[in-house]
């Protein structure tokens, strides 16, 4: 399986029912885990109420697309 970019992880979390509303790979939604670019790496958090918190910074896109993969298929909320 290859979740080593965002585009390829939406494919991956479609196929295996994760709701499209509990994540978010360009940046900050709100109630969703959210990838996001921050110039000098790469951050996974969960955002609410404008705020980030449980972040997580990464080197790679990879490492951080792949870190969300686990994250979303261990949460038994995510899927539709």
Known sequence: MDITTRLKLIRTLQAAGVRPS?????GPEDMALC????????????FERGGKTFSKKFQTEAEACTYMYHELIGDKTAFM
């Not at 509990?22 to 360009?26: A, D, M, P």
């Not at 990838?35 to 969960?46: A, C, P, Q, R």
């Open 22 to 26: 509990s994540y978010s790979v360009f």
């Open 35 to 46: 990838l996001e670019d921050s110039g000098n790496g790469w951050e996974v958090f969960y």
